[in-house]
């Protein structure tokens, strides 16, 4: 190895010439000599790099030289008789060190009203390329489960019933439990409002047409957006982390039909399970506050709920299920294979999974309000 030096060659165009070899056995020697040089201004007007006789190079010398031409400028040097190498580590050097400081650059950001539309901008911006890239990543695992339904044989049968028990079987106790409360809760409003109104009795079309046709399966979907889908997200990020994705690909094996298609599957066939159970648990806790809070016992309760609450509620909250299991199964599966090689970015992703599903469920749920709503349902 030869000992790192620079110098500086003014012209028409100042350029600092590298020679040696710039690697992190080297650097030593030369790192405080060139904050020297800088700090006495021999960077100044300087924007060409001179790398012809540059040696060897690795990433510590490539965040030295880059970070001494940031003192001076935001710009990057053009580089000269530079090799391939040498260019892809003085940029991602300068992209390293760029996303180091950008938590400082928001910090001291203004906070105008222009810089607020900005912002605002910004963010309407990063939302739109966020749907069309799940639309697009909806494409690719729609394909994906055609193939593994029409050709059984790729099908991963138990990856698919693991899935089915976790996200599904698993869940029941905990969608359980929640609906029935949310079905007491429920009733206790109606009985405190309808009391004043002298119209007791109507709790029961409350709690039925609340939980049969939205409260059940949006209750059951935001459960699971929150209980599974992170999950899936966290299971896939922490397979990308251990190269396990390139490892199936090195194999001949496609990611989409081993990870991606067995969760969507187990999601679009359970949540509708899931969605029942949370109706039934949600009328039960209704039940229970009519009969012990207002004298209407289970027979009472249950044949009005047939007399006048129709049967199309449960249908419509029902079909919304399967699109609820659709929608968090592709987003929690999207945002693990996004994950990079950092636990930072496995739990960013793992939020953002989770917001982005229930931000889903919720838009789905008007959509099908106003499809249901034009069809006079």
């Not at 710009?75 to 040498?86: G, H, I, K």
């Not at 599957?265 to 159970?277: C, D, G, N």
């Not at 004298?295 to 249908?315: A, G, H, K, S, Y």
């Not at 693990?336 to 953002?352: A, D, N, P, R, W």
Request: proline content about 4%; some cysteine.
């Amino acid at each position: 190895m030869s000992a790192p030096d620079f110098h500086r060659v003014d012209g028409e165009a100042p350029q600092l010439v590298l020679q040696g070899d710039w690697t992190i056995a080297t650097i030593g020697s030369v790192e405080e000599k060139l904050r020297d040089f800088v700090s006495n201004g021999g960077l100044d007007n300087v924007e060409h790099l001179a790398a012809g006789e540059l040696g060897q190079l690795d990433t510590a010398g490539a965040f030295i030289i880059d970070r001494s031409f940031r003192t001076i400028s935001d710009r990057e040097p053009l580089v000269l008789n530079a090799p391939d190498r040498v260019l892809a580590l003085l940029s991602q050097a300068r992209a390293v060190a760029l996303s180091c400081e950008e938590p400082d650059q928001i910090k001291d950001a203004p906070h105008g009203f222009v810089d607020m539309l900005e912002r605002t901008g910004r963010g309407a911006e990063h939302v739109w390329k966020e749907t069309l890239e799940t639309l697009s990543f909806m494409g690719g695992v729609l394909v994906s489960v055609s193939r593994v339904v029409t050709q059984p044989g790729k099908m991963r049968w138990t990856a698919l019933v693991s899935v089915m028990e976790e996200s599904g079987l698993d869940a029941v106790p905990i969608v359980a439990f929640l609906s029935f409360f949310v079905g007491m809760v429920v009733a206790f409003i109606g009985a405190t409002s309808l009391a004043q109104l002298g119209a007791t009795i109507f709790v029961v079309e409350l709690v039925g047409i609340g939980h049969l046709r939205e409260l059940g399966g949006v209750l059951v979907a935001v459960i699971i957006a929150g209980r599974t889908n992170s999950a899936f997200t966290a299971q896939i990020g922490a397979m990308k982390m251990r190269q396990e994705i390139d490892a199936m690909q090195t194999l001949g094996l496609d990611p989409m039909d081993v990870i991606v298609a067995p969760r969507v599957i187990a999601m679009v066939l359970m949540l509708p399970v899931l969605t029942f159970i949370g109706m039934v648990s949600g009328l039960a806790g209704g039940v229970i506050v009519s009969w012990l809070a207002l004298d209407i016992n289970p027979t009472v309760f249950f044949n009005r709920l047939q007399d006048f609450v129709p049967m199309e509620n449960f249908w419509i909250g029902m079909s919304k299920a399967p699109v609820f299991g659709l929608a968090i199964a592709l987003i929690g599966c999207r945002q693990g294979l996004e994950v990079g090689g950092s636990v930072q970015s496995l739990g960013e992703h793992t939020t953002k999974s989770v917001v982005q599903s229930i931000f889903a469920i919720i838009v789905i749920d008007a959509l099908f309000a106003i499809f249901y709503m034009e069809l006079g349902l």
